[in-house]
T-cell receptor
């Protein structure tokens, strides 16, 4: 009964490859996110979708392309992977309200290693 | 812009010691404040939250009070256990903003 699940948990790939990370939430939330956690544990928002609409697109290379086929899914596709893309990527979801979103629920993370 | 500042780690304590992890924030609106915890190899879990000034969030023996006058949300626990060893993140969600802003995280190591 995992609330926010992402796959794969580990991903090792060579530079230049294209890879995808999938995320699904079963909480009925309308907002989903991708966060990147670097080697120093610092977390930064990459993208946010609300009802399949892109809401936040931080300064992220355009090699990163999120796709939201429906409210329960937000996938992250990365083209031409670089060494610097190695990090842990977290998917999260929350519910949007006029006075502010509810707290975010996070997936287990995907550790991406580019070699 | 919004920002969150946490005390640098690691914080190393003996079991049953008192814990304080400092967190201060800068925000333009009236943010909600959160503490998340990340156990080794796992994702982030919400530990506690406070949505307005003077609110106290509490969970599993941890507490934090939203202090608007000092823009702080310090995390405390009266008696830590080895199982509390983890990385703790302070975060805020500003009015109208739709994503959390995190602090840099503080690693807590509790020794038996």
């Amino acid at each position: 009964d995992t609330a926010v699940s992402q796959t794969p948990k580990y991903l090792v790939t060579q530079m230049g490859n294209d890879k995808s990370i999938k995320c699904e939430q079963n909480l009925g939330h309308d907002t989903m996110y991708w966060y990147k956690q670097d080697s120093k544990k610092f977390l930064k928002i990459m993208f946010s979708y609300n009802n399949k609409e892109l809401i936040i697109n931080e300064t992220v290379p355009n090699r990163f392309s999120p796709k939201s086929p429906d409210k329960a899914h937000l996938n992250l596709h990365i083209n031409s992977l670089e060494l610097g893309d190695s990090a842990v990527y977290f998917c999260a979801s929350s519910h949007h309200r006029d006075r502010g979103n509810t707290e975010a629920f996070f997936g287990q993370g995907t550790r991406l290693t580019v070699v | 812009g919004d920002s969150v500042t946490q005390m640098e780690g690691p914080v190393t304590l003996s079991e049953e010691a008192f814990l304080t992890i400092n967190c201060t924030y800068t925000a333009t609106g009236y943010p909600s404040l959160f503490w998340y915890v990340q156990y080794p190899g796992e994702g982030l879990q919400l530990l506690l939250k406070a949505t307005k000034a003077d609110d106290k969030g509490s969970n599993k023996g941890f507490e934090a009070t939203y202090r608007k006058e000092t823009t702080s949300f310090h995390l405390e626990k009266g008696s830590v256990q080895v199982s509390d060893s983890a990385v703790y993140f302070c975060a805020l969600l500003d009015t109208g903003r739709r994503a959390l802003t995190f602090g840099s995280g503080t690693r807590l190591q509790v020794q038996p």
